[in-house]
């Protein structure tokens, strides 16, 4: 069979086969976060013929990134292009036989489910606690395994979570973090240990989809002062877990009646800026308009306006906005309102 031809190593790999290979290619992924993990994990997806794999990024490429995102360059980084695209045009090269679908979104409650929802399993590719603790209230709400998976510095840990069966990431972590964590963005990370834990995740992806028994423990490690930890959490569940107990989803809360959500992206001095209501932007007349108040440079998908020569505001098609060059919200709402009119 012609088809099988490009997975013939993996068929030879017996825990797989033929019956893993169909089931493959019959499955599919979603990967939330297309930045150093998420990058070698859907390098290794593709690769192995996922037959159906979506990938959700907020982000453009940019020059920093090129260390350890393994599926950029220069060019993508020239071009300020969304790292969805610029993924889905290194991986159609890859395999062009597979459904391949770029989403250019930040995740948030209003979009979570739409984006997760159908999938046979999720991938955490994210670099931030609420991203994980929405996925997990998706994933228990509507039963879809994920592997969770975070590195920084030299370090990294991951961990298999099958709703039903396993702890949920919030009996693992049962509250957010406060203050500043530790980032790439602060305190750096090699790109061997986001190759390794991407590849540890991608591997615990293809064990549940192809039903081969998962890794039953959190795993940790430290690449560069050689230490491994694995904690079997099997038995962790929490009996009053507010999430795969009592199916109570805080982080899928739509309550709030704020219309606009601010975030400062740890490490970058960046305020991201989220209307709720969405709708989509005419980027063509925008630049029009905004190229009187500074230079514009843009691309089907987004655009990028400096008004002042430390302020760079990228704008994308949906209304979402980063405000590069500030850390200061107040400062980065003058901008919005200044130039976005709202």
Known sequence: ????????????????????????????????????????????????????????????????????????????????LPKAIAAEKKLKKINSELKLEPIIADLTLDNAEDLLAGFDVIVDGTDNFMARYLINDVAVKHGIPWVYGGAVSSRGMFAVIKPGET???????????????????????????????????????????????????????????????????????????????????????RSSDQQIQYASLCGRDTIQINPRQKGIIDLEKLASRLKTNGKVKGNPFLLRFMPEDEITMVIFQDGRVLVHGTNDLVKAKSYFARYMGS
């Open 167 to 253: 702890p949920c990431y919030r009996c693992l972590f049962p509250s957010v973090p406060t203050g500043l964590g530790e980032t790439c963005d602060s305190i750096g990370v090699l790109s061997s240990i986001t190759d390794i834990i991407g590849s540890f995740e991608a591997v615990e992806a293809l064990k549940l989809l192809v039903g081969a028994d998962s890794n039953p423990n959190l795993e940790q490690l430290d690449i560069w002062y050689n230490s491994n930890f694995q904690m079997d959490v099997s038995q962790g569940r929490n009996p009053e877990c507010p999430v795969c107990v009592h199916h109570q989803y805080d982080f899928l809360d």
């Open 1 to 80: 069979m012609k088809e099988m031809e490009r997975y013939s190593r993996q068929v030879l790999f017996q825990p797989i086969g033929k019956e893993g290979q169909t089931k493959l290619l019959n499955s599919s992924a979603v990967i939330v976060g297309m930045g150093a993990l998420g990058t070698v994990i859907a390098n290794h997806l593709v690769r192995a013929g996922v037959g159906r794999v979506r990938f959700i990024d907020r982000d453009l490429v940019e020059l920093s990134n090129l260390q350890r995102q393994t599926l950029y360059d220069e060019d993508d980084a020239r071009e300020n």
